[in-house]
């Protein structure tokens, strides 16, 4: 029994010194971060370990007695954790370094094809930027990061063009003068026009259009009696003289350059059956301007232009001659 007592009370006595030391012992604090040295967007891992502390804070906010997380700093900071117990306080710091990484800075070159003009020309402005996300030009509004745009000013104009990055702004200017004519002449009458030659009209009279069939260049039998008529009155003797021109046309369909080889394969039909009928070969010039004449759409008809028929038509031009009388 007396054994037993004396176990009990030596149990007791270590547990009140254990109690004892414990509120007797001073605190500790340890503080590692992962890398002192980063540059600005990196992050660094905080960790800390305290023992025999009632309040604990790092930077001044409570945390547990041991942890850790991660921060990004944006500038060199100082990591320090405060360990208190009663009077005791226990500290360890860690100072992390940040390098700041300056963008670059935005370049911006601004150049007009033609410094001067007269009122109502045009040029070209062109530009180009490095390390911008942003590129305005005055009297344009926002565009991309290099290229050209042709302007008419109407009066003289200076343009700048403003680069933003990250690394700060940048602008180039070019000027454009601008020079009215001069003010014209006080008004001269002119002289009386010409009454058009007798023969330049009566030509246009007789040579109307002859029309083709979609893609072909045959003469159709209705044209070839509308150029039987007009070879008859070409071949007076009297109408000898009258040179003219032929133009092969056709509707907008098929590529420019075949079109240019169906219009002239057209014009050489109407040429070939007119001297087939007695009319000199030098009196007539061939001409083909393809679909560049163009007008019409699939809704029209010959009487009734523009239409993709009355588009597939040759074409009477009077050059030259008289009517002897």
Not at 189 to 197: A, N
Not at 223 to 226: A, L, R, T
Not at 232 to 235: A, M, S, V, Y
């Given at each position: 029994?007396t054994?037993?007592?004396?176990?009990?009370?030596?149990?007791?006595v270590?547990?009140?010194?254990?109690?004892?030391?414990?509120?007797?012992?001073?605190?500790?604090?340890?503080?590692?971060v992962?890398?002192?040295?980063?540059?600005?967007?990196?992050?660094?891992?905080v960790?800390?370990?305290?023992k025999?502390a009632?309040?604990?804070?790092?930077?001044?906010?409570?945390?547990e007695?041991?942890g850790?997380?991660?921060?990004?700093?944006n500038?060199?900071?100082?990591f320090?954790?405060?360990a208190k117990?009663?009077?005791?306080?226990?500290?360890?710091?860690?100072?992390v370094?940040?390098?700041?990484?300056?963008?670059p800075?935005?370049k911006?070159t601004?150049?007009?094809?033609?410094?001067?003009?007269k009122?109502?020309?045009?040029?070209?402005?062109?530009?180009?930027?490095?390390?911008?996300?942003?590129?305005?030009?005055?009297?344009?509004?926002e565009?991309?990061?290099?290229?050209?745009?042709?302007?008419s000013?109407?009066a003289?104009?200076t343009?700048?063009?403003?680069?933003?990055?990250?690394?700060?702004s940048?602008?180039?200017s070019?000027?454009?003068t601008?020079?009215?004519?001069?003010?014209?002449?006080?008004?001269v009458?002119?002289?009386?026009?010409?009454?058009?030659?007798p023969?330049a009209?009566?030509?246009r009279?007789?040579?109307?259009?002859?029309?083709f069939?979609?893609?072909?260049?045959?003469l159709l039998?209705s044209?070839?009696?509308?150029l039987?008529?007009?070879a008859?009155?070409?071949?007076l003797?009297?109408?000898?003289?009258?040179?003219?021109?032929?133009?092969?046309?056709?509707d907008?369909?098929?590529?420019?350059?075949?079109?240019l080889?169906?219009?002239?394969?057209?014009?050489?039909?109407?040429?070939?059956?007119?001297?087939?009928?007695?009319?000199?070969?030098?009196?007539?010039?061939?001409m083909s301007?393809g679909?560049?004449?163009?007008?019409g759409?699939?809704?029209?008809?010959?009487?009734?232009?523009?239409s993709?028929?009355?588009?597939?038509?040759?074409d009477?031009?009077?050059?030259?001659?008289d009517?002897?009388?």
């Open positions: 029994m054994r037993k007592i004396k176990h009990s009370i030596s149990g007791l270590m547990v009140l010194m254990a109690v004892l030391f414990g509120a007797c012992a001073s605190p500790t604090a340890k503080l590692t992962s890398r002192s040295d980063i540059t600005a967007g990196e992050a660094v891992t960790k800390w370990e305290t025999n009632k309040e604990i804070t790092l930077n001044g906010q409570k945390v007695k041991i850790g997380k991660s921060v990004t700093p500038d060199t900071t100082k320090e954790i405060v117990r009663g009077k005791k306080t226990a500290r360890d710091s860690a100072t370094t940040v390098a700041i990484v300056k963008a800075e935005p911006v601004l150049t007009a094809e033609q410094s001067a003009l009122l109502g020309e045009s040029t070209k402005l062109r530009w180009s930027t490095e390390n911008a996300k942003i590129v305005t030009i005055t009297g344009l509004g565009v991309t990061a290099s290229g050209d745009r042709e302007i000013p109407r003289s104009t343009y700048t063009a403003t680069a933003l990055g990250d690394g700060g940048a602008t180039a070019a000027r454009v601008v020079t009215e004519p001069p003010p014209p002449p006080p008004p009458t002119p002289p009386p026009v010409p009454t058009e030659p023969a009209e009566q030509f009279q007789r040579a109307g259009p002859v029309f069939d979609y893609d072909k260049s045959d039998q044209e070839q009696d509308k039987r008529t007009l008859d009155w070409l071949n003797e009297r109408n000898r003289s009258i040179a003219f021109r032929i133009e092969g046309n056709c907008p369909r098929g590529t420019a350059e075949y079109n080889g169906l219009g002239d394969r057209r014009a050489r039909a109407i040429r070939d059956f007119l001297v087939s009928l007695g009319l000199d070969p030098s009196r007539i010039e061939t301007y679909n560049e004449k163009a007008q759409t699939d809704e029209g008809t010959t009487s009734s232009p523009p993709w028929a009355y588009d597939r038509r040759g009477f031009v009077y050059l030259r001659g009517i002897r009388p």
